[in-house]
């Protein structure tokens, strides 16, 4: 059996993203056994984080798995340590295998510090695949470096960490088999927050061609597509197979190919399987017409990465649209009925008073239904936390991955303080909801 582990979360979480389920389906396509804990075990008398990592280390070690996969993001970077520690100690044999954006930035630094074995870089369906397929051949497992000739993995040998040859993200991804959904706890999810009926997600491509300064794109640079056929496919099979009727599009950019999301939204419409939907975009790559089509094939929703309302702050950080266009876009989508939640972020390179100024006011006033604003968080990984005197910051750095930048003009107590103001001029604007106005702070701090 094969443990692969996201999130976790206590009931009722109500999404989750793809990976896990990608690296099941393809792990189940080749005669394999995987299990997905994406929920704790049933805890009512406890929210304490490590008690449940307890739970669920003793739930997993008692199917005595081969290999235990674990996605960890730098948020979550101390919990994944623990779990890691706690597994084991109950699995001295098993394999751990650590996946997701942190392992693929700090693989070196996660292998000398802590219980994992291997990091998978990247794209991890082959890379798991071949991993799994070598322990059940037994195929030199335990001889001298036996993980050498498998692309994309570091681990460690000898004390030396050694790293594997990159492996090409998948080309084709309509080869890959439809996510392993039914492996996920759905029974006990809780209904998608926008749509209000129960969700999953679901993604129409794969990478990212913008190099924004403040984002890992583990996934590469080159744009793989998926064929909108096969996208409202598997949107129907979720449908009739498991209720499914409410999708989060996981791409990184609704509309960044304005050809193919129009013939995704046109082949919705014309098979219509009953469903609703939301996704995320940016700047102009929305216009009237696209927006219109995608209301019309059930979209609901639209997250906006607006991220600045200052030209020169987006041009710093290599955001790719201008304030304008973030404005363009949220106009098309609002004009369609579509509801738009517009995220901002203060403390961005480049970031002075004014510049804040300016990302509040161009909040207020953009049409947006939904405001979130918080202080930017650099992550390992990110061309910011790399070369930080490129973009003229400061970076502090936390024990735990935890850091954050000051500007050449703000401090970060003049960071926090502008963001402060900030939430207050914008919950006396109407926006009110606490949890989209954030102003986070370090306990080290």
Same mark, same amino acid.
């Given at each position: 059996m094969i443990a692969l582990i996201a999130g976790p979360a206590k009931p009722r979480r109500s999404m989750q993203g793809l990976g896990l389920p990608y690296l099941a389906a393809v792990l189940e396509e080749a005669g394999f056994k995987p299990e997905i804990y994406d929920l704790y075990p049933s805890s009512p008398d406890t929210d304490d984080p490590a008690v449940l990592d307890e739970l669920l280390a003793d739930a997993i070690a008692e199917k005595q798995p081969e290999i235990v996969g674990i996605t960890i993001h730098t948020p979550d970077y101390v919990s994944r340590v623990r779990l890691a520690r706690l597994l084991r100690e109950r699995l001295p044999h098993t394999l751990l295998? =650590?996946?997701g954006h942190h392992p693929s930035a700090e693989p070196e630094h996660l292998l000398r510090n802590s219980d994992f074995d291997?990091?998978?870089?990247?794209?991890?369906?082959?890379?798991l695949l071949q991993i799994a397929e070598r322990l059940a051949a037994d195929a030199g497992v335990g001889a001298d470096d036996w993980l050498r000739d498998i692309k994309g993995v570091v681990y460690e040998r000898e004390s030396q960490v050694m790293r594997t040859k990159s492996r090409t993200p998948v080309d084709d991804l309509d080869s890959l088999p439809f996510p392993a959904h039914h492996l996920l706890g759905?029974?006990?999810? =809780? =209904?998608?927050? /926008?749509?209000?009926?129960?969700?999953? /997600?679901?993604?129409?491509?794969r990478g990212c061609p913008m190099r924004c300064a403040f984002c890992l794109n583990p996934q590469s640079h080159r744009v793989r597509r998926r064929s909108p056929a096969l996208v409202v496919k598997e949107m129907t099979w979720l449908v009739k197979g498991l209720g499914i009727r409410g999708f989060s599009f996981h791409d990184n950019l609704f509309g960044l190919s304005r050809k193919h999301a129009l013939a995704l939204c046109e082949e919705i419409i014309e098979q219509r399987p009953d469903v609703f939907w939301d996704c995320w975009t940016a700047g102009d790559l929305v216009d009237a017409e696209l927006a219109t089509k995608m209301k019309a094939a059930g979209c609901i929703s639209v997250g906006f990465g607006a991220e600045s309302g200052d030209d020169q702050v987006l041009?710093?950080?290599k955001r790719g649209f201008t304030a304008a266009q973030n404005q363009a876009g949220i106009d098309a989508l609002r004009g369609s009925g579509l509801i738009v939640d517009a995220f901002f972020m203060v403390g961005l390179p480049g970031e002075s008073k004014e510049s804040v100024?300016?990302?509040?006011?161009?909040a207020a006033r953009c049409g947006a239904d939904k405001i979130h604003l918080s202080v930017y968080r650099p992550y390992p990984g990110t061309a910011v936390w790399t070369d930080p005197e /490129?973009?003229?910051?400061?970076?502090?750095?936390?024990?735990?991955?935890e850091a954050y930048i000051e500007t050449e003009s703000l401090s970060r107590t003049e960071i926090l303080e502008s963001v402060q103001r900030g939430i207050e001029e914008l919950k006396q604007a109407g926006f009110v909801k606490v949890e989209t106005l954030r102003c986070d702070q370090y306990e080290w701090e």
């Amino acid at each position: 059996m094969i443990a692969l582990i996201a999130g976790p979360a206590k009931p009722r979480r109500s999404m989750q993203g793809l990976g896990l389920p990608y690296l099941a389906a393809v792990l189940e396509e080749a005669g394999f056994k995987p299990e997905i804990y994406d929920l704790y075990p049933s805890s009512p008398d406890t929210d304490d984080p490590a008690v449940l990592d307890e739970l669920l280390a003793d739930a997993i070690a008692e199917k005595q798995p081969e290999i235990v996969g674990i996605t960890i993001h730098t948020p979550d970077y101390v919990s994944r340590v623990r779990l890691a520690r706690l597994l084991r100690e109950r699995l001295p044999h098993t394999l751990l295998v =650590a996946g997701g954006h942190h392992p693929s930035a700090e693989p070196e630094h996660l292998l000398r510090n802590s219980d994992f074995d291997v990091c998978v870089i990247g794209e991890g369906e082959r890379t798991l695949l071949q991993i799994a397929e070598r322990l059940a051949a037994d195929a030199g497992v335990g001889a001298d470096d036996w993980l050498r000739d498998i692309k994309g993995v570091v681990y460690e040998r000898e004390s030396q960490v050694m790293r594997t040859k990159s492996r090409t993200p998948v080309d084709d991804l309509d080869s890959l088999p439809f996510p392993a959904h039914h492996l996920l706890g759905l029974e006990n999810y =809780a =209904a998608h927050p /926008s749509h209000g009926i129960k969700g999953t /997600s679901i993604i129409t491509y794969r990478g990212c061609p913008m190099r924004c300064a403040f984002c890992l794109n583990p996934q590469s640079h080159r744009v793989r597509r998926r064929s909108p056929a096969l996208v409202v496919k598997e949107m129907t099979w979720l449908v009739k197979g498991l209720g499914i009727r409410g999708f989060s599009f996981h791409d990184n950019l609704f509309g960044l190919s304005r050809k193919h999301a129009l013939a995704l939204c046109e082949e919705i419409i014309e098979q219509r399987p009953d469903v609703f939907w939301d996704c995320w975009t940016a700047g102009d790559l929305v216009d009237a017409e696209l927006a219109t089509k995608m209301k019309a094939a059930g979209c609901i929703s639209v997250g906006f990465g607006a991220e600045s309302g200052d030209d020169q702050v987006l041009q710093m950080v290599k955001r790719g649209f201008t304030a304008a266009q973030n404005q363009a876009g949220i106009d098309a989508l609002r004009g369609s009925g579509l509801i738009v939640d517009a995220f901002f972020m203060v403390g961005l390179p480049g970031e002075s008073k004014e510049s804040v100024r300016r990302t509040i006011d161009f909040a207020a006033r953009c049409g947006a239904d939904k405001i979130h604003l918080s202080v930017y968080r650099p992550y390992p990984g990110t061309a910011v936390w790399t070369d930080p005197e /490129s973009f003229g910051v400061r970076l502090t750095k936390g024990e735990n991955f935890e850091a954050y930048i000051e500007t050449e003009s703000l401090s970060r107590t003049e960071i926090l303080e502008s963001v402060q103001r900030g939430i207050e001029e914008l919950k006396q604007a109407g926006f009110v909801k606490v949890e989209t106005l954030r102003c986070d702070q370090y306990e080290w701090e």
